[in-house]
Every structure is written in structure tokens, then in C-alpha cells.
């Protein structure tokens, strides 16, 4: 694989992941762009003990454009996008309108005595898995999603490396339903400024379990009694298994996860990043069977936290979906939006056996 540092016109980063180790990538960005905007503010909420960023630039950014505008295609003589070639395997950039960004902006002022106020530093990137804007990454061929994993690889270890970043997020949004601006087929990368609640909760379980066990990695002990039990576990290979969780909060939830503890993406190794593409495609399809139509889904990989004690992590990858029949979306109503209480319709039995019988 080459990789290609360069930078667009508005000074933001963008790296190419070829899969041909003569690719060039010299094309400048043609584009006369505005500087990038500063970062957003986070305020804290004392009542729950979390942050919000505020991001008021986001309300601009760019929705559903028709295929011929769309800014994550190749350029074009007649065309300039987000990606100054003309064809690309995998590309990466600095989100144009970020959540979290390195960039200053004005000194926060105070909002109320018990509302911390600070800047959104961090980043926000940009993953495109193809050129191909009517492609899924479901019909990634193997090879890409290897190429694509390195790409999440190379850039967690870069993320994590930067001042004051706490937690690196990779997620794919797809589907209308999901709420993406853009049908072409791309991922994100988050580097937030402080722990998610999420992380921290998964944190703090996996902390008490260790404490209990002697420590005992907690996910490791769920991924082996749900392969002990069988009922929910959905294919799996020599490295990985797609099970749903005995919990699951959503109509159609799958976890893949490799057999070996290790806390990130970086570091799998060949064995786990080769036999990783074949199973999540596989899985791909069989959600998209589920309806025969398109499955609206957010694949999001859950990496340890970046100064998290050691043995604590498991990486693992979220797949779900709120579509819970072909003709009906699960909404986050009043238990689960306003209390937290996820109340699922289907059980994860049930699912599991939907998605076995897809074979």
C-alpha cells in the first residue's frame, strides 16, 4: 500500500491509500476555499455529567446533492471535489465542517456558574472506501476492505497521538434513515477532547469487572460465553465472531470481534486484518437480505480508550440498524430519547436465527 500526505486549498490534510505502489498523487486542488472554521465549543452539562459540543458552522454543510455535484467523487477537468485526482482507492481528509477541529477560535465566555465552557479541539475526518459513488461498502471486494482497515489503522495511531485527544472513533453512517448528507459511500473518524458516555461506561464495567475477577478482561468473557452458548452467534471464522448481544438495544444489533484481546485497530495483526473483510461482508449481505432492499445502519468500532490501563479494551465493532421490519424504523421515543432506556422489539434469539437462516 502507498500512502500520499497532500493539501487542499484550504490548507486541510488529505491522504491517499493506494493499493498500487506507483500511484502519483500530484494533482493540486484547483478550488479558491475559504479558511476552515474554528473549533467548536463544548459546554458541560453538571446535570449529567457529560459534554455537548456546540458546532453552529455544521448547519451549512452540504445535503444530498445530486451525483454530479457530489464533493466526495474524483475530480474531474471540468470539476473540482474534496479529492483533487481524477481516481483514487481510498482517500482521507480533514472534515470541512468539523465537529472538533485544531483550529482556535474566540476564548469561551461564561455561560452560567456550574457551565463549563472550553474549545472542541480535535478532529474530524473523512473516510471515502471507493470511487465508485453507486458503490456500498458491501460490495467492497475484500482487498478494499483490507486497504480500508489499514487506513483506520494508520489513522488511529495518528489521532491518538494528538494533545488532549481522549477517545478515536471510526463509524460508518448509511442510509437516508440514519440521518447521512452524502450517498457516497464514506466513513468518518472522530477524535474527541474527552471520554463519550458511552466509553466511559464501557470503561468503568470493564474496571469493576477486573476488580472482581483479577483482572479479567470483561468483554473477552462475554464474547467467550456468548461462542460457549451459541444461540445468538450469527458466521464466524478462525479470528472473528458476528454475534448479536444477549442485550441488544436494537431491532437487528451484530458485534464482531476479533478472538484475541487487543485494545485498537492498529493492533491487529495480518492474520486478523486479512480475515476480518471476508466475515463483515458476509454479514453485510445478510442484513441487506433481511428486507431484500438496502438496510439503513451505523457500523461503529469500539476502540479502548486512548489512556485507558492496559487489558482493559476489547475492540469490537457495532453493527445495527433501526429499521425493525420492511416497512417499519425503530424511533427513539420517549424511554429511550428522554430516559436512556432502550426498549427492543425483537429478540436478539430471534434476530440471530433471522440473519443464520440468510446463508
Not at 298 to 324: K, M, T, Y
Amino acid at each position: 500500500m502507498r500512502r500520499t500526505s497532500v493539501k487542499l486549498a484550504d490548507g486541510r490534510e488529505l491522504i491517499y491509500f493506494d493499493e498500487r505502489s506507483d500511484a502519483v498523487r500530484e494533482g493540486p486542488d484547483r478550488r479558491d476555499l475559504p479558511l476552515p472554521p474554528p473549533a467548536s465549543q463544548l459546554r458541560y452539562d453538571p446535570l449529567v455529567d457529560e459534554w455537548v459540543a456546540i458546532a453552529a458552522h455544521r448547519q451549512g454543510r452540504i445535503f444530498l446533492p445530486p451525483s454530479d455535484q457530489c464533493p466526495l467523487c474524483p475530480s474531474t477537468p471540468e470539476r473540482s471535489s474534496e479529492i483533487p485526482a481524477y481516481d483514487y482507492d481510498v482517500a482521507v481528509f480533514e472534515n470541512r465542517f468539523p465537529s472538533f477541529s485544531d483550529r482556535p477560535g474566540d476564548p469561551p465566555g461564561q455561560v452560567t456558574p456550574y457551565t463549563a465552557v472550553r474549545p472542541g479541539t480535535g478532529r474530524c475526518e473523512v473516510v471515502c472506501f471507493t470511487a465508485d459513488h453507486h458503490a456500498s461498502f458491501g460490495t467492497l471486494p475484500p482487498t478494499r476492505v483490507r486497504t480500508v482497515l489499514e487506513a483506520l489503522a494508520d489513522r488511529t495511531a495518528a489521532l491518538a497521538g494528538l494533545p488532549g485527544v481522549e477517545q478515536v472513533f471510526c463509524f460508518e453512517n448509511r442510509g437516508v434513515e440514519i440521518g447521512v448528507t452524502l450517498h457516497h459511500p464514506h466513513g468518518q473518524i472522530y477524535a474527541y477532547p474527552f471520554l463519550p458516555p458511552r466509553s466511559r461506561a464501557m470503561l468503568n464495567a470493564a474496571e469493576r469487572h477486573a476488580e472482581r475477577t483479577g483482572g479479567r478482561n470483561l468483554y473477552a468473557d462475554v464474547l467467550a460465553a456468548e461462542r460457549a452458548a451459541g444461540d445468538r452467534v450469527v458466521a464466524e471464522n478462525e479470528h472473528w465472531t458476528a454475534y448479536v448481544p444477549a442485550a441488544a438495544r436494537w431491532p437487528f444489533e451484530v458485534h464482531l470481534a476479533p478472538h484475541r484481546p487487543v485494545p485498537d485497530i492498529p493492533a491487529l495483526d495480518d492474520a486478523e486484518r486479512d480475515a476480518f473483510g471476508p466475515l463483515y461482508l458476509d454479514l453485510l449481505r445478510r442484513l441487506d437480505a433481511l428486507f431484500d432492499r438496502p438496510l439503513p445502519y451505523i457500523s461503529a468500532w469500539h476502540q479502548a480508550p486512548v489512556h485507558a490501563a492496559p487489558g482493559l479494551g476489547h475492540l469490537h465493532l457495532q453493527v445495527f440498524s433501526i429499521r425493525r421490519a420492511a416497512d417499519k424504523l425503530k424511533y427513539l421515543a420517549g424511554s429511550e430519547s428522554a430516559m436512556g432506556v432502550f426498549i427492543n422489539d425483537i429478540p436478539p434469539e430471534r434476530a440471530a436465527q433471522m440473519l443464520r437462516d440468510l446463508a
